[in-house]
């Protein structure tokens, strides 16, 4: 153990502690705008500045650990000089137009320039004008870049996939997209991961917001909505809402308040999916296909783009199924515009996803048997609901629960848990024990392909169940970087599985790069567990026993796998 004393408090910490920890330790904050622990302890910022007792020059204690007796200041009169200076810099080659900016109200920058009390910038302004696509997904503006280095961490440490990097040295570092390429031409899953990491808002999701509203308004237009199982989890946070009052009935309540004629939950429409990937999945299963390679799940996007540009060879071991979200839309657009006795080009589909990459979903062009246009109208992420929400001036606490609207009204536990990683793969088992045995196993009997957390057995949940003679290998993996790595074992012939689960984000879902940003902290496993709190306590836990999928296979589809679902429900994923 090390004595150390900071700002007069005497503690005692294991050996190896930062400084920026310690400090921690005594209930004193240090400010600082790029560390991320174990992705980012570069100091790059230098916001974290201490004074440490006889040396002349100050430290950064993100990355200096602390040494027997040293006696530190976090606050002294020259630490603040310094950090008011760092901070002073950094505003002067900001883009400082916060009443415009997607982050304001939620940027590091601007607070810690607001506690520092900083009321002019002393230095001249100059900013960096790179060049943007503002149609693609992802936007970045090179003029609000703080060049802190999380979004090039986080892509290549965690997500392994290095889109990003530094460029210059010294006042003319910037940071672009890796091997001279647009952002269009390189590999970028579209996970968003960048944007949940940026302590300001260089990074953000392209707003589709006023589409939503145009559509909205236009009389004839039907607005249909679907709101994804990881979107609850989540919307309450930026709106003040405990994680009680913040249903997924309220977000019902909210977008009937904005004018949307119909909504729905996208758990429906996972519910599903189950029903098509799973009885895909026994088929390939037990006729032997493809013995040595798993089938892969295909709802996560940013998987699928990942997969199409890093390991090509293995897009042919994808299920056919497309996402719920795909599914939801194509099902709006036939089966419920017949109900509603309409014609299907009236229907404007949105979605509320926790995802960047949905939105590039929806582009994909379709052909059920000729061409058809796009399942999914618009969608917009958790963060963009908010802002509809807050911009509506709708107060959140006076919303009420109100159910979906019907026939697609009920979903399952199994549906709900999609969200979280391993929960795709719960839900096919508890409906593929079904199909196999005629009965149901306990709901809870593949719980086993729950994840432990993020860093537990390298982000691969392992699980092996044993249904009369077939064993059934599976896995979930979530985070790119961990994907990459299981692939590489996979095609080494190290180990061999029937079904893998993969979602790009770490923790699924419910950590996706369109959900509220909450700097530093990393949300997603708690956010998951609230899922399997959802579906602990839900009415039907077995996506086959969802009557409203039942009563539309009976009216419409007939089967699951039938040639009609194939048309609607599945896809060729072509490299
Ligand atoms: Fe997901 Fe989904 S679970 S990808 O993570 O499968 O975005 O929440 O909506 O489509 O349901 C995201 C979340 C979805 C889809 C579902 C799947
Ligand atoms: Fe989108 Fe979910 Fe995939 Fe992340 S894990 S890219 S949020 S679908």
């Given amino acids: 153990m090390v004595n150390v004393t900071i700002d007069g408090k005497k503690i005692q910490v294991r050996e190896g502690t930062t400084i920026m920890d310690a400090a921690a330790r005594c209930g004193i ?17 230098r916001v974290c500045v201490v004074e440490l007792e006889g040396k002349e020059r100050l430290i950064t204690s993100c990355n200096n650990v602390v040494a027997e007796g040293m006696v530190l200041y976090t606050n002294s009169p020259k630490v603040r000089r310094h950090r008011r200076k760092i901070v002073e810099l950094l505003l002067s080659q900001h883009d400082c137009l916060c009443a ?17 009390n900083i009321l002019e ?23 609000k870049c703080i060049k802190c280095m999380r979004c090039v961490q986080i892509c290549e440490k965690v997500q392994g996939l290095g889109i990003w990097t530094v460029e210059g040295t010294g006042s003319r570092v910037t940071i672009n997209v890796s091997g001279r390429k647009t952002i269009e031409e390189a590999d970028c899953s579209l996970c968003g991961q960048c944007i949940t990491h940026c302590p300001v808002g260089a990074l953000t999701a392209r707003d589709d917001t006023e589409k939503v509203w145009e559509a ?30 913040a249903t997924i009935g309220r977000i019902m309540d909210a977008l009937k308040r904005m004018g949307v004629d119909y909504a729905f939950d996208t758990v429906f429409s996972a519910d599903l999916t189950i029903m098509e990937e799973a009885s895909e999945f026994l088929e390939r299963f037990t006729k032997g296909e493809f013995k040595d390679r798993p089938m892969f799940t295909s709802c996560c996007p940013g998987w699928i783009r990942f997969v199409k540009t890093q390991f090509p060879h293995m897009v042919k071991y994808l299920s056919t199924a497309k996402s719920p979200q795909q599914m939801f839309g194509a099902v709006m657009k036939t089966y419920y515009a017949q109900k509603l006795g309409v014609d299907p080009e009236r229907i404007f589909t949105v979605s509320i996803m926790p995802c960047v990459a949905k939105k ?4 994909m062009e379709l052909f059920y048997e000729e061409y058809a246009g796009h399942d999914v109208d618009a969608v917009l992420t958790t963060r963009e609901l908010v802002r509809m929400i807050r911009s509506a001036h709708i107060r959140p606490e006076g919303l009420n629960d109100i159910e979906s609207d019907s026939p ?14 391993g929960g795709v793969m719960e839900a096919a088992l508890r409906t593929a024990y079904f199909a196999l ?56 012939g190290e180990v061999h599985y029937d079904f893998v689960e993969v979602m790009a984000c770490p923790g699924g879902c ?19 567990r609230q899922l399997y709190y959802l579906d602990a306590g839900a009415r039907l836990r077995y996506s086959h026993e969802n009557p409203d999928v039942k009563a539309m296979y009976e009216e419409f589809f007939e089967k699951p796998n039938s040639h009609k679902a194939h048309l609607l429900l599945h896809t060729e994923h072509r490299k």
């Fill in 29 to 45: 904050p240090i400010p600082s705008l790029c560390y991320l622990k174990d992705i980012n302890e570069i100091a790059a910022c």
């Fill in 360 to 363: 590039a979903e929806r582009e």
């Fill in 100 to 116: 415009t900016c997607q982050r304001s109200g939620n940027c590091s920058l601007q607070k810690i320039a607001n506690d520092l």
């Fill in 216 to 245: 909205i308004e236009d009389p004839d237009k039907i607005v249909v909505a679907q709101v994804a199982p990881a979107v609850r989890t989540a919307w309450g946070e930026e709106l003040g809402l405990s994680p009680e009052e």
């Fill in 408 to 421: 697609m009204r009920e979903g399952t536990g199994a549906g709900v848990i999609f969200g979280a990683t």
């Fill in 121 to 143: 910038i002393p230095f001249h302004h100059t900013l960096e004008h790179q060049p943007w696509n503002k149609n693609f997904p992802l936007l970045r503006k090179s003029e």
């Fill in 437 to 492: 045995k005629g009965k149901n196993a306990p709901a809870d009997a593949f719980r086993a392909v729950r994840s432990l957390g993020f860093n537990a057995n390298n982000g691969v949940q392992e699980a092996e169940f044993k249904i009369d003679d077939l064993v059934l290998r599976t896995a979930a993996v979530s985070g790119l970087g961990n994907t990459r790595a299981l692939l590489e074992r996979i095609d080494r």
């Fill in 510 to 528: 419910v950590g996706g790069g369109g959900q509220p940003i909450h700097d530093g902290k990393e949300l997603a496993f708690e956010r998951g």
